[in-house]
């Protein structure tokens, strides 16, 4: 039986929601009007790499390293406790999940209540205890713990989940040649779960570099990263053909990361091994 019209709803929705935006970005990027003609140019690209704009982009791609990074390094200890939880991971994992279930942007106005710098929970609580109030609204680590916040569930999923099904016996053979705890960590499980630790960072950097919401409350608009540029120039300005070249770089540079990083993943898994 012959089944590839099961495709073709699919081909339709890949045709209208990713290959007809990616087409319109493209011709709005690498077009200009002209007197009422439509012009090839490279005006908009080369606009995209004056200081302002290109700092933007360093700066976003600065921040949602330092986001990824930090969530890495929460999350994977997380993960392996809730792997090692037998009966235990699913109601821990629904703990953990459930504030995924409220709107993204509730979320981030409740950080920015949180860390208000007069009525905020918690300064009150500092000045409660005798300490110095934090004013972090409007500076970067605010955006970064924005982001962590956020982000930090998409790291430990993917984690977690092929921590999971990592055999167990194979831990029990690298005990048995004399591996203890630590290198059983660094030698069996952590190059096992390369895959989801590559899942992870690519599910929080992408977001992470092109996040607007963020920065924007968090930041109160004294941080402006590529996001909060490309929303300005498809909102404000209505300047769509900047916007779109805009995107199509961070486009560009993102697919060069994650080229880079699959390479790095792909070198690790055929390096690894060796002796205890």
């Known amino acids: 039986m012959n089944c590839k019209w099961l495709a073709y709803p699919y081909v339709v929705w890949m045709m209208a929601f990713i290959l007809f935006p990616l087409f319109m970005i493209l011709y709005y990027g690498l077009t ?22 290109f700092n933007a ?9 330092f986001a990824t990074l930090i969530c890495l390094v929460l999350a994977y ?7 090692g939880k037998a009966g235990k ?13 409220m709107n993204f942007l509730l979320r981030t106005y409740a950080w920015l209540t949180l860390l208000e710098t007069n009525n905020g929970f918690v300064n009150t609580l500092l000045r409660a205890i005798h300490l110095p109030p934090i004013n972090i609204i409007g500076t970067p680590n605010a955006i970064i713990l924005g982001m962590v916040y956020n982000f930090l569930p998409f790291m430990v999923l993917p984690i977690y989940n092929t921590l999971e099904k990592i055999d167990k016996h194979i ?3 690298a005990h048995d040649l004399g591996a203890n705890s630590l290198q059983r960590l660094v030698k069996v499980i952590f190059p096992l779960s390369l895959p989801g630790v590559m899942s992870g960072i690519t ?7 092109t996040s607007f919401v963020i920065p924007n409350l968090l930041g109160s608009g004294k941080v402006n990263l590529i996001g909060n540029l490309i929303e300005q120039q498809f909102l404000m300005t209505y300047n769509w053909g900047f916007g779109s070249a805009m995107s199509l770089i961070l486009m560009i540079a993102i697919l060069l990361a994650m080229g880079l990083m699959n390479r790095l993943d792909k070198g690790s898994l055929e390096g690894g091994g060796g002796r205890w």
Request: proline fraction near 7%.
């Open 32 to 53: 200009r009007d002209d007197a009422g003609q439509t012009v090839f140019t490279f005006e908009f690209l080369l606009k995209s790499f004056e200081p302002i704009y």
């Open 57 to 65: 982009m360093v700066k976003s791609f600065l921040y949602a390293g």
């Open 77 to 83: 200890p997380l993960a392996l406790i809730l792997a």
């Open 89 to 101: 991971s699913s109601a821990m994992l629904f703990i953990f999940v459930l504030p995924m279930w």
């Open 171 to 173: 831990l029990e053979a």
């Open 203 to 209: 599910m929080v950097f992408m977001p992470a570099v």
